[in-house]
């Protein structure tokens, strides 16, 4: 089992720049892959970045391209999401969640932090 926990959100304007973190705890030596996902108000949820729990390899959702960066501290145990150049519809909330293969799904997911971006 893994546990994670996200914070970091909150209330800013736009063009403002926000990072996100995720703790992770509990088996963590078993973890594949960590996303960051959203979701805002009446709309399906949206992959937003990833990247490798060990190696380098990055990906992002189209909103994500060229704003946003994705970060890992393996000390920690902690995953980042670096939001830069907000806008209000990224207003949302985010949420991390792990898979432990490169064929599982995201299987392990935190309890979301709101990110409030204000024109």
């Known amino acids: 089992q893994v546990q994670l926990v996200e914070s970091g959100g909150g209330l800013v304007q736009a063009g403002d720049s926000l990072r996100l973190s995720c703790a992770a705890s509990?088996?963590?030596?078993?973890?594949?892959?960590m996303g960051w996902f959203r979701q805002a108000p009446g709309k399906e949820r949206e992959f937003v970045a990833g990247c490798m729990w060990s190696g380098s390899n990055t990906w992002f959702g189209e909103s994500a391209q060229g704003r946003f960066a994705i970060s890992r501290d393996n000390a920690k145990k902690t995953v980042y999401l670096q939001m830069n150049g907000l806008k209000p519809e990224d207003t949302a909330v985010y949420y991390c969640a792990a898979k432990m293969t490169k064929a599982s799904d995201f299987g392990f997911w935190g309890q979301g932090a709101q990110v409030t971006v204000s024109s």
């Open positions: 509990g088996r963590t030596s078993t973890i594949y892959a």
